[in-house]
């Protein structure tokens, strides 16, 4: 396992808890490296949304472990966000939680003369992803997948 793959287990397994208790779910940890600088994120959510109240308060109390534990070596800035709209479907548990949810694909090359998709997402696995939309059943192969995101219905805006 990387170090990017162990600081990201070990911060899930210190977040869940602190998640449960205020009923929230994680939806993501990432570890990343921008511009010279390591960041240590964590996006949650909830049914409702996500408060900027709720990150702080779940920073504040997150940050009290990763003192306590030191389990990343050097410095890093931990961050706790919403997911946001738009957020792109990398994990089974992002293809899980849009199961039957309208979902955007873009892909890499031209599939039957098209580079974007709509649809519901039906059905995934490791080698492909399957949508329903009015032209019927569509399954795309993980590979050829440049992006696929939950679609944003600006409708509600």
Do not use: H, W
């Amino acid at each position: 396992m990387s170090r990017k793959e162990t600081y990201e287990e070990k911060t899930e397994a210190f977040l869940l808890p602190i998640l449960e208790k205020d009923g929230f779910s994680l939806v993501d940890v990432e570890y990343v490296k921008e511009g010279g600088q390591y960041y240590l994120r964590a996006y949650i959510d909830k049914p409702g949304g996500i408060t900027i109240d709720d990150c702080v308060d779940v920073s504040r109390e997150m940050n009290e472990i990763l003192d306590r534990e030191d389990y990343i070596d050097g410095t890093y800035t931990f961050e706790v966000s919403s997911p946001g709209l738009g957020r792109p479907i990398r994990k089974e548990r992002d293809f899980a939680r849009n199961l039957d949810k309208e979902v955007e694909i873009k892909s890499y090359r031209a599939i039957d003369g098209e580079k974007e998709f709509l649809g519901l997402l039906r059905d995934y696995s490791k080698a492909d992803v399957t949508i329903e939309s009015e032209e019927g059943i569509r399954k795309i192969c993980r590979e050829d997948i440049a992006l696929i995101r939950e679609a944003i219905d600006l409708s509600s805006f």
